[in-house]
């Protein structure tokens, strides 16, 4: 190694040994006969010091043409500061230099390298490998990497075995749009990147490889909105002989081995909640459950006395937010806005403060009497000091709108602290659900996933209410992960392919092979992928998956940094057998 | 679970338990009053055991119907057996049934799912899935996945941070043939599959990530030989501040912790040999050095006595093979005849029998005495007993004939047990190879391999003498990994740009990002990647790759079992904004 210890290692017991290190020029303070350096590396950081008349003046010059970030290698001897700086560990010490060698020369980065950069984030993208030298975005790759470590422990403590399943497949055009890669072999012809090793982890249960995990990555073509990427990283895993409870309990284990590992936190055990209770008390398949404020439906107590608005709605449903009965007229119009707005959508914003006093304000007291909102009141279980939200009409509509002011009143009360988790199973999710574009049945999971065997009876006469033993893992209202126990025999398969519309030649020319593999002995098997960027970002504390992704791309697909996609040559496209069509401006 | 245990754990202490297990049918033999059936998991097979009379008929029933990898759930109570089978870890006991279910049937399968299947190759493809319950090709996937988990633990322990770089990249003209995905979003512009995540690592070095690795998949277009896969998987690594000899012992390390706590075997340290050494004693830049059998040149004894073939020759080396004296006729013209074909390219072969007797007796006697032939053996530090073989001609070509000959010597004589390892270090690669097909320079190893720094002022007068900061670690024979220490100015990178026939424009185009960077404070660094599935084969010792491969594709690119690559809608090429040019026939 060019150096004997890294930035971040020495300490006061180091004191008088000659070392040599190496890193990037932080910071230069030049007190004219006094010169510090800040030495950093990935390590840490180490002050070196430079004196005039006790240093060679050769040394001392180069020492100051080091500008921000040049590569240093320096020898020297460890000294007990005189003011120490117990904000960092080597604060006790710095190096008396006495030898410096400029190992590469910097231009001025374009931004600083600090926790708190100036550079915005088109330039932090374009010269992504500066913007990895911050402390922030570096350790939340190391958070990442010691988050794929941990996961491997536990899953190989329990006989999960990683495999490695191909990245160039098949296309299909279940789910979401496919990447293709043509191939040059087989002219005419296309692979096609994975959504998820989907098929071939059930293929792998039908081997008897028992348990199978895999952090790989995942590729789908959509149209990016903000924090996603058309790169991805799955934690895939599937079990055999197994029930829904072996699965739920297995990977709530991986969840509370990660926060125990990685954060220090103990995490009680994961609760249950069926899809139709996440969507009655919180609106929302996947409920932010920090904070209580659970949604109260209100039909019978508020229809009949004559307030239109009410009376002609499928739902009449509130929440109770704590200590905010006086909330102003300003703040109580401002939430009206908000549920107003097109994308939650709701007509008007109904309140009823519940003053200290013991009495009702409320915004419809034109029609409900101080008895009938003390009856709100008690249903909510509202105190004096609450004030009570109610929205109405057509049910999905209301109660999507009432999750997203819920979610809003959670952060306006600071319920949702990033420091705090709470994780949830919900089950029992819709096997299927009606699209109006396409006019049929689309697999809310996958195609794969199994009906529950008592709902198999309605899959004739009520699609809809068929239940599929799928689930998925929330903490704090942001979906990580999900699964479902699979089909694993052939009629059944082709049954859920036929209500999806496929034909019988269709549903063979994609999944025949799956098919076939379930007529050799396929075993019961289920399993679960989590989002392991999402994950990551979660357990970093942080609202964009970004900056745990160490080369993303931006919302328009593209790394500008390396600046691509870009053009091929013509060869390249004639030996692929494709054309590229004229693009129109 | 649906199982109690699994079918590899139970033992003479568990008898009188009352177990579920869960499996596949091995095997089931009917004697009429009894009936065994072998169960099968990944973790072993226990036996299950049924006696008419003393088990409901329904149940016989049943076990009976079962065939061959049928799905069973089967409880009883453990008893010792009758006669014991020492062979299998659970022999000593069988389950008593009382009760099965059938989780699944199975269609007969196409092959036997024994370790010596009668399944052809291209039937085990297309059934990869019932080739995968072989316990061979299973536990080939488990040493897999044991190199990875040994692989991680050892660069672990040396603060090696794994960090996913992207998949989807950019097309670059050098090396081999990329993969091309081409983007919706951005009509007529492709992303390409990584060859290797190569400049990415360098960047996350220039970022001071320190000490990268990362287990990744990466693909290359080429023409499939035997045993190449279009994706195939890197162990691929970096590190930074660091000498040439560093890498060399931090991954001599890793070859050895995983010979230790993978195979349990202590390898010695591995020694180095130039690139001119190789090519010199063994024709070959990943000699097998399990055995000796050097190469010994001849020039200076053997010219001037009139044979033509040897006067007119560049050179005359041979190799001596001990205890072969005896070789019959037909032996020595099965070899003249192997070196003869094109694929060798000798012209004849010389040999020299050293008989017990002290005689010698040669194909060139006539040219030869008794003492100049003494002289050769001499030089061969050859014994009564031992045969020499001699090759001549052009260098290049006969060291290469004859690296051959001594391979399938050593083969023959039994020197290269595949249980026996022997590892190398090839260093001091040349920098360039000159390309008679292009007319022009092209990097042996990668452009950004770092040239020695004293035989930079070669460049210029003599390229193909410049040797590379460049090493390939060599098992057996084998190139398992190979790396060098990187450019890492902007200035140097130009250059070898420029010598290898970019344009300023062109380099500036496909890696404009990366001499960008070097310009930020580029630490010296330097790598290696090490091809995962040949290391995997190596410790398994395999001659194949693909058995390590969970789903391989067979040398068309294709996937069989899934078929594919297939065609893709009219709908996907049209978003796509590219044409399939009609097919020739």
């Given at each position: 190694?060019?150096?004997?210890?890294?930035?971040?290692?020495?300490?006061?017991?180091?004191?008088?040994k000659e070392v040599t290190?190496?890193?990037w020029?932080?910071?230069?303070?030049?007190?004219?006969?006094?010169?510090?350096?800040?030495?950093?590396d990935?390590?840490?950081?180490?002050?070196?010091?430079?004196e005039?008349?006790?240093?060679?003046?050769?040394?001392l010059q180069?020492a100051?043409?080091?500008?921000?970030?040049?590569?240093?290698?320096?020898?020297?001897t460890?000294?007990?500061?005189?003011?120490k700086?117990?904000?960092?560990?080597?604060?006790?010490?710095?190096?008396?230099?006495?030898?410096?060698e400029?190992l590469?020369t910097s231009?001025?980065?374009?931004f600083?390298?600090?926790?708190?950069?100036?550079?915005?984030?088109?330039?932090?993208?374009?010269?992504?490998?500066?913007?990895?030298?911050?402390?922030?975005?570096?350790?939340?790759?190391?958070?990442?990497?010691k988050?794929?470590?941990?996961?491997?422990?536990?899953?190989?403590?329990?006989?999960?075995?990683?495999?490695?399943?191909?990245?160039?497949?098949?296309s299909?055009?279940?789910?979401a749009?496919?990447?293709v890669?043509p191939?040059?072999?087989?002219?005419?012809?296309?692979?096609a990147?994975?959504?998820s090793?989907q098929?071939?982890?059930?293929l792998l249960?039908?081997?008897?490889?028992?348990?199978?995990?895999?952090i790989?990555?995942?590729?789908?073509?959509e149209d990016?909105?903000?924090?996603?990427?058309?790169?991805?990283?799955?934690?895939?895993?599937?079990?055999?002989?197994?029930?829904?409870?072996?699965?739920?309990?297995?990977?709530?284990?991986?969840?509370r081995?990660?926060?125990?590992?990685?954060?220090?936190i103990?995490?009680?055990?994961?609760?249950?909640?069926?899809?139709d209770?996440?969507?009655?008390?919180?609106?929302?398949?996947k409920?932010?459950?920090?904070?209580?404020?659970?949604?109260?439906?209100?039909n019978?107590?508020?229809?009949?006395?004559?307030?239109q608005?009410?009376?002609?709605?499928?739902?009449?449903?509130?929440?109770?937010?704590?200590g905010?009965?006086?909330?102003?007229?300003?703040?109580?119009?401002?939430?009206?806005?908000?549920?107003?707005?097109?994308?939650i959508?709701?007509?008007?914003?109904?309140?009823?403060?519940?003053?200290?006093?013991?009495?009702f304000?409320?915004?419809?007291d034109k029609?409900?009497?101080a008895?009938?909102?003390k009856?709100w009141?008690?249903?909510?279980?509202?105190?004096?000091?609450?004030?009570?939200f109610?929205?109405?009409?057509?049910?999905?509509?209301?109660?999507?709108?009432?999750?997203?002011?819920?979610?809003k009143?959670?952060?306006?009360?600071?319920?949702?602290?990033?420091?705090?988790?709470?994780?949830?199973?919900?089950?029992?999710?819709?096997?299927?659900?009606?699209?109006e574009d396409?006019?049929?049945?689309h697999?809310?999971?996958?195609?794969?996933?199994?009906?529950?065997?008592e709902?198999m009876?309605?899959?004739?006469?009520?699609?809809?209410?068929?239940?599929?033993?799928?689930?998925?893992?929330?903490?704090?209202g942001?979906?990580?992960?999900?699964?479902?126990?699979?089909?694993?025999d052939?009629?059944t398969?082709?049954?859920?392919f036929?209500?999806?519309g496929?034909?019988?030649?269709?549903?063979?020319k994609?999944?025949?092979f799956?098919?076939?593999a379930?007529?050799?002995?396929?075993?019961?098997?289920?399993?679960?992928a989590?989002?392991?960027?999402?994950?990551?970002s979660?357990?970093g504390?942080?609202?964009s998956?970004?900056?745990?992704?160490a080369?993303p791309k931006?919302?328009?697909g593209?790394?500008?940094?390396?600046?691509?996609?870009?053009?091929?040559?013509?060869?390249?496209?004639?030996?692929l057998?494709?054309l590229?069509?004229?693009?129109?401006?």
């Open positions: 190694m060019l150096r004997t210890h890294t930035c971040g290692e020495l300490r006061i017991s180091d004191v008088n290190l190496t890193g020029v932080q910071r230069l303070r030049d007190k004219g006969s006094l010169l510090w350096v800040d030495l950093r990935r390590y840490g950081i180490t002050q070196l010091f430079l005039e008349g006790k240093t060679d003046p050769a040394l180069a100051r043409s080091a500008g921000r970030e040049y590569v240093l290698k320096a020898k020297g460890v000294v007990e500061r005189l003011s700086n117990d904000k960092m560990p080597t604060g006790d010490v710095e190096i008396r230099v006495t030898s410096i400029v590469n231009k001025t980065p374009p600083t390298i600090e926790d708190n950069t100036d550079g915005g984030d088109d330039l932090r993208m374009k010269y992504r490998y500066l913007d990895l030298r911050r402390n922030v975005v570096r350790e939340s790759l190391q958070l990442r990497h988050m794929a470590q941990q996961t491997r422990i536990y899953l190989d403590s329990l006989n999960f075995i990683e495999v490695e399943t191909p990245v160039l497949i098949k299909t055009p279940e789910g749009r496919d990447f890669v191939s040059r072999m087989n002219p005419g012809e296309f692979y990147l994975p959504q090793p098929t071939f982890k059930q249960m039908v081997s008897g490889f028992d348990r199978y995990y895999q790989v990555k995942c590729f789908r073509d990016l909105r903000a924090d996603r990427q058309p790169e991805f990283t799955q934690i895939d895993c599937e079990m055999a002989f197994i029930t829904q409870e072996d699965i739920l309990y297995t990977f709530e284990g991986l969840v081995h990660l926060f125990k590992n990685v954060k220090g103990d995490m009680p055990s994961v609760p249950h909640m069926s899809y209770d996440a969507m009655k008390y919180y609106g929302s398949d409920p932010d459950t920090r904070f209580e404020m659970k949604f109260v439906e209100l019978d107590i508020t229809q009949g006395k004559g307030f608005v009410f009376d002609s709605a499928e739902l009449v449903v509130g929440i109770c937010a704590k905010c009965a006086e909330y102003t007229r300003k703040q109580l119009d401002e939430l009206t806005e908000y549920v107003k707005k097109p994308q959508g709701a007509k008007g914003l109904v309140y009823v403060q519940c003053k200290a006093d013991g009495t304000k409320s915004s419809v029609f409900y009497s008895d009938d909102l009856t009141a008690e249903k909510f279980n509202a105190q004096p000091g609450d004030l009570i109610v929205l109405s009409g057509d049910a999905d509509k209301t109660r999507k709108a009432l999750n997203e002011l819920r979610l009143m959670g952060d306006a009360l600071g319920l949702r602290d990033k420091n705090k988790f709470a994780a949830l199973w919900v089950i029992d999710f819709p096997l299927l659900e009606w699209s396409t006019n049929r049945w697999a809310m999971h996958h195609p794969f996933t199994s009906p529950k065997p709902d009876k309605l899959l004739e006469s009520d699609p809809g209410k068929v239940r599929a033993n799928a689930y998925d893992m929330v903490i704090n942001t979906e990580v992960g999900g699964g479902s126990i699979r089909i694993h052939r009629a398969q082709q049954l859920m036929s209500k999806l496929f034909s019988d030649e269709e549903a063979k994609q999944f025949g799956l098919m076939e379930f007529e050799y002995g396929a075993p019961p098997h289920g399993g679960i989590f989002g392991f960027d999402r994950l990551c979660l357990f504390g942080a609202d998956i970004r900056d745990f992704i080369f931006n919302n328009a593209r790394d500008v940094m390396i600046d691509t996609p870009s053009t091929i040559s013509q060869e390249q496209l004639t030996e057998n494709i590229v069509k004229e693009i129109k401006k």
